[in-house]
């Protein structure tokens, strides 16, 4: 079976984006001359550096009212915000404009644990905002800066072989949720790697190559600055001691970035299947960035074509296979997708 995760291809995509922007912006207008009320949920990616208040800071200093609050808990994912009575209280408390969602910093690159921890918590977490007229916004982290193979408890990602690699998994998982919700997304990881791109030896990550340093919280802070007030943060004073040249490049660079994200396709991927090894029915999941032909086939080990899952062409978006292998003998398969003269494998696993 195929189906659309979230969008419904390019051209549905682009108008909930844009739909998305109009009303970021019509909150914003409205607000110029009131208070902007702005909520934070995450760990310490979030609350390194104290993030919040740079944001808050930011917007005081461009002549907006703010009020800023967070339920940040190092190491806490969504799920366990979703049951913590101190998260659900904060979001309850108030009227809030916007209730930002941060999950744990590799857990959405895993895909079981994003399908069955980071999914179902946002759900719940998106219908609390609702219920006080709060829209949510997740916030897109950062991939590590060397990619590589990453754990969480007894799952694992992929093995990344760059921090690109890793941040477009990162991508796909979050753009999954915030567009099955019709939620919006904050594209502070799109902004570092326009950083990184840039400049491969910029000072965004600490020495754990995970948590932010001042530069880093300050360019979320002010990628926030533009997605949230609808305008860029350039030339605000605002700089959290970062010398005034630098706080301008990190200033017009996430304004760039929300700029960038609105028309900005979904990466060319091939999620590795889940579960995996398997025994019956198995999930894959794979994306593309504009509409072209598509095939997914199934090969063994020694590359004999098994089945065809997909053949034809697609419309942008990110599609859900559900592949049953109760037919195949114990041993290892490949997962094949060809897009627009590209190839990505994916090996499986039968265990009988």
Known sequence: MLSLRGGRGGITRAILVLLGWIALLSVARSQQGDTLRVLFIGNSLTNSNEMPTMFAELARAAG???DVDESTVGGFTLEQHANYEGTV????EKQWDFVVLQEQSVLPAIPYLRDNSMEPASRILDSLANRVGARTVFFLTWARKEGGQQTYGSYSTPVFKNFFDMQDSLTVAYRHIAEELSAQLCPVGLAW?????GDPSIGLWMRDYSHPTVEGSYLAACTFFSLLFGQSPEGVSSTSDIPSDRALFYQKLGHQAVLMYASDPPPFTLWPNYPNPFTSITNITFSIPVDGDVT???YNVVGQELTTLVAGARRAGTYDLSFDGRA???GVYFCRLQYD????????????
Request: hydrophobic share 45%.
């Open 296 to 298: 997914v086939k199934i």
């Open 328 to 330: 195949l003998s114990s």
């Open 64 to 66: 907006r009212k703010v």
């Open 89 to 92: 209280d904060k979001i309850l």
């Open 193 to 197: 790697r326009l950083a990184f791109q």
């Open 341 to 352: 003269g590209r190839t990505a494998t994916d090996k499986m696993v039968v265990l009988r």
